[in-house]
């Protein structure tokens, strides 16, 4: 019932705020689209390399090889969390993807839920983040932030696996 006022009532507020002020809305929303679609062409062939990147990498299977490897070396850690520490870093959407593949396939309340539940929460997607808004503003160097992003988020990873194997004990 709100939802159906809000939206329009939105609408006639900003038409009296641009006549109060005596804005014209229509150049202004104009301008505005032309400015976001200028942020959309600069964005956009980051974005397309990224996904690219990491759908060669997921459909090539050296995510699948990286993951026995490292499962072989920590038997105590679930097999399904290697992927989303992987993937962590470089993408959210993909890691959330991986998170409810082990919320359905293993339980919320187990130990590969609660376990990809802090990492999910404590990390970030670093390399997402440097190459969008970087790329956005112009910035070309990166190393310092790119190790620093990457080192906090191998210390989230890290203590959450710690921690979880911890209380979960």
Do not use: H
Request: with cysteine; charged share 15%.
């Amino acid at each position: 019932m709100a939802s159906e006022i809000i939206l329009p009532a939105l609408v006639i507020l900003i038409f009296v705020v641009a006549l109060i002020k005596k804005v014209d809305a229509y150049e202004a929303f104009i301008s505005g689209c032309k400015e976001g679609l200028g942020l959309f062409v600069n964005v956009f062939s980051s974005l397309l390399a990224m996904m690219l990147s990491i759908s060669l990498l997921r459909e090539s299977g050296v995510f699948d090889i990286l993951s026995d490897f490292i499962c072989k070396i920590f038997p105590s850690i679930p097999a399904p969390i290697f992927p989303l520490v992987m993937f962590r870093p470089i993408s959210g959407s993909a890691s959330l993807a991986i998170l409810i593949d082990i919320f359905k396939n293993f339980g919320p309340d187990s130990l590969a839920g609660k376990m990809a539940s802090v990492i999910q929460g404590s990390t970030d997607t670093t390399l997402y983040v440097i190459t969008l808004y970087f790329s956005t503003v112009g910035i070309k160097k990166i190393k310092n932030s790119l190790w620093i992003g990457l080192f906090a988020d191998f210390v989230g990873i890290t203590l959450g696996i710690l921690l979880t194997l911890k209380f979960m004990s």
